[in-house]
């Protein structure tokens, strides 16, 4: 098992406990991924996280990288505009063997995505039952036994909502830059400062550092401008709420793939300039959360 769950009242006095209090998931030091640059991206849930980073992954191809795009959602929907369908996640692959992952091959788990881009479905434990850090040990685990990881020069989780327990914080042990997708809104920028308190927790015992924050699905951008100034942050990208992305989604097509308009071109050089920013390395932040009542204060119109 790649991953545990371990009360801190129960950790020696040689471990390195995540947070306080609660539990956590730790990292299995063999199953730290190779060189690639990793990038774990979180959000209020359908803020449009799986959109954003299917675009990603296209634009990271189109300059020529080698990607690899992990969804860690049950509804197993993240590369479904890569894959052109919803793949088996890797918890049930590794169900139908009895969990005997030297029976599998490559394809039974990876699938081919636009462009190039290899797609994996991390999927999630049953309701009420697991952890999300175990399901996102175990794909990292399956992924370096058959080497697909020693080529790959990006990869991408794309993790479930707003959600910031030990297991579904997995994925910032394995990453080197955490972005933030969020609207113009209080609901997603309250969810932002979560996620900041969140990665702060991982930051002080993993690689990890937030990279920026993406806005998404918003015609203005003041009320997320204003918190990350406040906070310590920079905005990385702004991605406008268009029909054409909306479209996109249910034509199960990445938006390099839909027909050409000055709109989508715009959006398209977008997410091209976002991933050679990121490629060429970001400043790593350390912002400091608000209080609740902070960010009711802070925000709105004077």
Known sequence: MSSVSVPISKIGRGSRPDGEGSLQVQLDPDMKIGNAKVFAVYGKGGIGKSTTSSNLS?????LGKRVLQIGCDPKHDSTFTL???LVPTVIDILESVDFHSEELRVEDFVYEGYNG???VEAGGPPAGTGCGGYVVGQTVKLLKEHHLL???????????????CGGFAAPLQHADRALIVAANDFDSIF????????????AKNYKVRLGGVIANRSRETDQIDRFVDRVGLNRLAHFPDLDVIRRSRLKKSTLFEMESSPELEAVKAEY???????WAGTEPHAPESLKDRDIFDLLGFD
């Open 58 to 62: 296209a634009a990271f191809s189109k």
């Open 83 to 85: 894959t052109k369908k």
């Open 117 to 119: 881009v290899m797609c």
């Open 150 to 164: 020693d080529e790959t020069d990006v990869v991408i989780f794309d993790v479930l909502g707003d959600v910031v």
């Open 191 to 202: 969810a932002m400062n979560r996620i900041v308190q969140a990665i702060g927790a991982k």
């Open 272 to 278: 091209m300039r976002l991933a050679a920013t990121l």
